[in-house]
């Protein structure tokens, strides 16, 4: 299995599942809508960058052809859900079927439901469910919030109390069990080369959970601006929520706030598969936290 299409490479656990894969001799195909964004990527010595829109189905199809595998790993956090998270791992799937392709792999969320409460979650249980049907080997990964260097988590927690004395945090009692982004990346590297893995449903945590509020405190405390926290309640949480959607890159919504409301964490004593051993968040955060 040599040849691997990876659709979402450009994001943060795409880049660093190309970067893995390319390492590993793998020949990789990248598309993208805007190739002028990743030129991190076009260094790569086996990646193959491909201007392309993968919502197109006569484009995925092309795509798909001489892959041995398929990855899967469009997400947003706002937007059309159904769009992105239900409906292309549906075409995704069904697209692959008719290649012939060997494996399909695909990263959804922990708590994925179609009874949860948020819109995001929902949409990413409707992707399951349309991937399963149309291939039913297909492998899918279901991570706690990722956390590693160049997040969109941790980071930003650091950015915001650079710049704020203090922090109003929503849902401060919201759970979650954060797994690095290079643990994933080694399960989904791991899945290509086990046939036990097909059909199969991975969760994958960190080694601990933590409330939000640690996790923000901890960010501070890291990166040199510890501020104190202020916990908000549930009325102040969701019109805080809603004043963010406002803003053109606000960091939540009133959907994200749903999904929080959900423990985002795995059962008791679930550990990562292929006997792989998760890497504590104490052990990478500082490596890029710190100031």
């Given at each position: 299995?040599k040849?691997?299409?990876?659709i979402?490479g450009t994001?943060?656990l795409?880049s ?7 390492g590993?001799d793998?020949?990789i195909t990248?598309?993208?809508r ?9 260094v ?12 197109d189905?006569?484009t ?8 041995d595998?398929v990855?899967s790993?469009?997400?947003?956090l706002?937007g059309n ?8 791992p549906?075409?995704i799937?069904?697209a692959?079927a008719v ?6 792999l695909h990263?959804?969320a ?9 819109a995001?979650?929902r949409s990413?249980?409707?992707g399951e469910?349309?991937l ?5 080997e297909?492998?899918?990964f279901?991570p706690s919030v990722?956390f590693g260097?160049?997040?969109?988590f ?8 650079k710049l ?7 849902c401060?009692?919201?759970r979650f069990?954060?797994v690095?982004v290079?643990d994933?990346v ?5 899945a290509?080369?086990?046939p036990?893995?097909r059909g199969?449903t991975y ?5 601990r959970?933590?409330t939000?509020?640690e996790l ?8 040199g601006h510890p501020r104190?926290?202020?916990?908000l309640p549930s ?8 004043a963010m959607?406002f803003?053109p890159?606000?960091p939540?919504?009133?959907d994200?706030?749903?999904?929080m409301s959900?423990p ?8 990562l598969p292929?006997d792989?051993r998760a890497t504590?968040?104490?052990?990478v955060?500082?490596?890029?936290l710190a100031?």
């Amino acid at each position: 299995m040599k040849n691997i299409l990876i659709i979402g490479g450009t994001g943060f656990l795409g880049s660093a599942v190309a970067r893995r894969l390319a390492g590993a001799d793998y020949s990789i195909t990248l598309p993208t809508r805007r190739p002028e964004r990743v030129r991190h990527l076009a260094v790569l010595p086996t990646a193959r960058i491909v201007q392309a829109d993968v919502y197109d189905a006569a484009t995925l199809a092309g795509l798909m052809a001489g892959q041995d595998a398929v990855i899967s790993l469009v997400g947003i956090l706002k937007g059309n859900f159904q769009r992105t998270h239900a409906e292309l791992p549906g075409s995704i799937a069904r697209a692959a079927a008719v290649a012939g392709v060997s494996r399909l792999l695909h990263v959804s969320a922990l708590a994925a439901a179609s009874d949860a409460p948020s819109a995001y979650l929902r949409s990413k249980a409707a992707g399951e469910a349309a991937l399963k049907t149309a291939f039913p080997e297909a492998t899918i990964f279901q991570p706690s919030v990722i956390f590693g260097r160049g997040d969109a988590f941790l980071t930003l927690f650091a950015g915001l109390l650079k710049l704020a004395p203090l922090v109003p945090l929503a849902c401060p009692n919201a759970r979650f069990q954060p797994v690095w982004v290079e643990d994933v990346v080694s399960a989904i590297l791991a899945a290509l080369d086990r046939p036990e893995s097909r059909g199969q449903t991975y969760p994958l945590c960190g080694p601990r959970a933590y409330t939000l509020r640690e996790l923000v405190a901890y960010a501070g405390k890291v990166s040199g601006h510890p501020r104190p926290i202020l916990g908000l309640p549930s009325a102040l949480s969701y019109l805080q929520a809603w004043a963010m959607e406002f803003l053109p890159k606000g960091p939540m919504t009133r959907d994200n706030l749903l999904s929080m409301s959900v423990p985002n964490v795995c059962p008791a004593g679930c550990t990562l598969p292929f006997d792989l051993r998760a890497t504590s968040l104490e052990a990478v955060a500082p490596t890029y936290l710190a100031a």
